[in-house]
């Protein structure tokens, strides 16, 4: 009797481990394509990617031997094709300079929200965690101490004939075509409260948020997570314009988008419609309602926060 | 109870490496800008206004931001005359400036340094008023018949671009 049920249990074990064996013969390539382009930034900067984020955002994954073994292979695979689509290490250096330092301010922000390494990552691989002094190197490398002197005056003479083209425009309405996911212009924003606003020296903008009555009304009751349905934020964004004696004022228009509350909806994007228009010709954003992954995207790592970074002004009524 | 705690705590530290608790980091927990919020006996709440422009002084290290009523607003957007018209009531807030815990790259408002009003009554008599302090306390009021200096920046500052 126990010999017959422990001759069965030998089975099904030798059985799993073939099975086991089998799967590790389906393997996705992973190859490192040569590296073309790499992040221009000083040495400790690198290394500190390198250590923590350029086995998936780089060509030169280093997989230990663990990582070797299905499923961990097929997870890890998935991540490192992900992961360079979006952020590669290994070719980003063929972007203008900004472009770098913003994907640098990026990741210094997902670093600190805690969305990257990818938290299933760090599980599994502690040693990539960024430390606290790796994280103050890449700090320091993007705000480095403000040059002595206030910045050189501006040339204005685009963002004054926007003001006047504006002024002159301003008995006429606008047609403004909706956004490739469907979402309307609303043209009100500009008559919203505003709710608080950002001073953006990675790249020189400045911002107001507007919040809709029914944001507003949140904030006064502190219901602010989750936002009621119907809430609406605006935020406008305008170059920074030194004026020569320390003062940045408002520069260009940029563009203004939108986030607005509506969780059957707006079921697929977060329970929130996303949407963007740019210049004054109020342009949408995007080339098909896939845009919208963008905007989440970047908002993921607040989403304990109902997806919303903004810390409202308290003090609505 | 101490020491039964000791005890929990290893295995939970290990549980949570391996399932992955849900720990809140402090920079997204849910809360409102309460440090930036006007304090004081103010006349009326700025931020009740709408938003005319704004701007940031670098070497002061604060951004303020410029309201206007309707009548300043309707002005202010469209140019329609020379100079913001009577009735026009304009605030302006400026705030300290602090790191934005969520995005390490922007500067959020933090205490408030002042509120300063500018009020066009229909003689055509302006009224600035200044307020600072925590509490913010009135601190200046002037009246005349035309814009002192500080007044005469402030309705200076052109509109903000908003299409």
């Keep these: ?317 | 109870m101490r020491v039964r705690m000791k005890l929990l705590a290893p295995g939970m530290v290990f549980l949570c490496s391996v399932l992955g608790c849900a720990k809140t980091n402090p920079r997204v927990v849910t809360t409102l800008n309460t440090g930036a919020m006007l304090n004081g006996a103010l006349p009326a709440n700025p931020i009740q206004g709408r938003v005319i422009t704004s701007w940031i002084d670098k070497n002061a290290g604060t951004m303020s931001t410029l309201y206007g009523n309707d009548v300043a607003v309707q002005y202010a957007r469209t140019g329609a005359q020379v100079g913001y018209p009577a009735g026009s009531a304009l605030s302006v807030v400026t705030w300290t400036q602090k790191e934005d815990p969520r995005w390490f790259g922007g500067n959020i408002p933090a205490a408030a340094k002042s509120v300063e009003y500018v009020t066009i009554a229909a003689d055509k008599h302006y009224t600035y008023q200044r307020y600072e302090g925590s509490p913010l306390k009135q601190v200046d009021q002037e009246a005349g018949v035309t814009p002192n200096d500080r007044e005469s920046y402030l309705l200076s500052q052109r509109a903000a671009v908003m299409p």
């Design chain 1, 1 to 317: 009797m126990a010999s017959a049920y422990g001759a069965r249990v030998l089975w099904i074990a030798v059985l799993a481990g073939l099975v086991f064996l089998g799967l590790q013969l389906i393997r996705p390539t992973l190859t490192n394509p040569p590296v073309t382009a790499e992040l221009q930034a000083p040495p400790e900067v690198r290394a500190v990617l390198r250590q923590s984020c350029y086995s998936c955002h780089s060509n030169e994954t280093k997989l230990p031997w663990f990582d070797q073994v299905v499923p961990a292979y097929w997870i890890v695979t998935k991540d490192v094709k992900e992961a360079r689509a979006h952020l590669n290490f290994s070719e980003i250096g063929k972007l203008p300079a900004p472009q770098q330092k913003a994907a640098l301010y990026e990741a210094v922000n997902m670093i600190q929200l805690g969305a990257m390494p990818l938290p299933s990552y760090l599980r599994v691989h502690p040693g990539a965690a960024v430390s606290a002094e790796n994280l103050k190197v890449l700090r320091d490398y993007l705000n480095p101490p403000a040059p002595a002197g206030a910045a050189a005056a501006a040339d204005t003479s685009a963002a004054d004939a926007q003001y006047k083209g504006w002024i002159a425009a301003s008995n006429q309405t606008l047609t403004v075509k909706a956004s490739p996911n469907g979402i309307e212009f609303l043209p009100d924003y500009k008559n919203w409260k505003t709710i608080s606003s950002t001073d953006r020296y990675d790249n020189h903008t400045m911002r107001e948020i507007l919040g809709n009555d029914v944001a507003v009304k949140a904030i006064a009751e502190n219901h602010i997570n989750p936002w009621p349905d119907g809430t609406a934020f605006a935020k406008v964004a305008w170059a920074q314009q030194p004026d020569g004696k320390g003062v940045s004022q408002t520069g260009a228009f940029i563009q203004v988008e939108f986030m607005i509350r509506d969780s059957k909806k707006y079921a697929s994007t977060k329970g929130w419609g996303w949407a963007r228009w740019r210049g004054t010709d109020l342009k949408p954003y995007g080339k098909d309602a896939d845009f919208s992954k963008e905007c989440v995207g970047c908002h993921e790592p607040v989403r304990q926060n109902d997806y919303v970074y903004t810390m409202p002004l308290g003090g609505q009524q």
